[in-house]
């Protein structure tokens, strides 16, 4: 039997299909997590620059301080890297030369916020929280974004590193744009975090993919796509190539499976499932990872080399995901 098929059947919903799913789904219900620890605070974030960003974010958390400040805190530590080439500053440019920004925030009560198409702006993610708690709008774009974000104090800068700036000038030699499968390569910051009450709030933030057109806005800044949490279910956020994630709406679907009754591995495992069902994933990475309201976690990923920082009962520590192709 070939690996897809083993997939599909193997999958705890690929075999069944989505018109019986619900009653199969919650046949499982009480199932333990047969991957993780439950238990909060927990912070878990895409990648290892998910180590530094998870530490911000817990230093608020053991303080006591609230899952939407920490997620911000968390993912800003990245934004502000010029080291990290695929997330705010320093992060690889479009075909043009222009850095252009995706990011969203969500919080336990259902508020969200977001900015996509966002240049000259170190923090995409403080410009959406501030989307969120002072404009009655989800998302804004573009120059509206940056209107925006220069109105509320937000200073204007240079995001083009010298280094960026080299990279793309050697791309520019073939212009060939091929996505590489690997560890090096990766891209978006997705961060969960679970706080000593048990509120969830998650954020993702991302330079999306080098070398794209401009104008192309991947699937962090889309609620549901990147990123999204239920305070009564848990939360996921996505990692890879975007247009895969917004054609399966894929963070919305691993929090709706959880809902029914699915693990964070499990639902991880059936989102990733949909996309090789239906997408030619030979070439593209996707990643996901999940946590739910007991602080238990999941991750899958359509190819090796996807990893995450967990940061739960005391330990900040990398973890590699399972996944679909395993070389
Ligand atoms: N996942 C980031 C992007 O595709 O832009």
Redesign the pocket.
């Known amino acids: 039997m070939s690996n897809r098929r083993k997939f599909i059947k193997g999958g705890i919903l690929g075999a069944i299909g989505t018109a019986i799913f619900p009653r199969i789904i919650s046949a499982k219900k009480g199932r333990q997590n047969s991957n993780s620890k439950s238990g909060f605070p927990i912070v878990i974030s895409t990648w290892e620059h998910g180590i530094a960003a998870n530490k911000a974010a817990m230093k608020i958390l053991v303080d006591g301080g609230r899952a939407i400040d920490a997620v911000e805190s968390g993912v800003r530590v990245s934004e502000a890297d010029p080291e990290i080439m695929s997330v705010g500053f320093g992060g690889l440019p479009d075909r043009e030369g222009k850095v252009t920004l995706?990011a969203c925030i969500m919080d336990e009560t259902g508020n969200c916020g977001a900015v996509s198409f966002l240049q000259h702006i170190k923090h995409p993610i403080s410009v959406a929280r501030k989307i969120m708690d002072e404009t009655p709008h989800v998302m804004l774009s573009g120059i509206g974004a940056l209107q925006f974000a220069l109105e509320k104090g937000f200073i204007k800068e240079n995001l083009l590193t010298s280094k960026a700036k080299k990279k793309w000038q050697d791309w520019l030699k073939e212009s060939e744009y091929k996505p590489i499968i690997n560890v090096e390569n990766h891209?978006?910051i997705g961060l969960l975090a679970l706080d000593k009450k048990g509120n969830i709030s998650g954020a993702c933030t991302?330079s999306?993919?080098s070398w794209k057109m401009h104008g192309r806005v991947?699937?962090?800044p889309i609620i549901g796509a990147?990123m999204y949490v239920d305070n009564e279910v848990g939360g996921c956020c996505?990692?890879?190539?975007?247009e895969a994630?917004m054609k399966t709406l894929g963070s919305f679907l691993i929090v709706e499976l959880m809902r029914q009754g699915a693990t964070p591995q499990e639902a991880c495992e059936e989102a990733i499932g949909r996309i090789i069902k239906n997408q030619n994933y030979k070439h593209m990475q996707i990643g996901y990872i999940a946590i739910n309201k007991k602080g238990d976690h999941g991750s899958f990923a359509v190819h090796n080399g996807f990893n995450y920082a967990l940061h739960q009962g005391g330990k900040n520590q990398m973890i590699d995901s399972p996944s679909f192709v395993k070389k």
């Open positions: 995706d891209d978006t991302t999306g993919l991947g699937d962090s990147g996505a990692t890879g190539l975007g994630v």
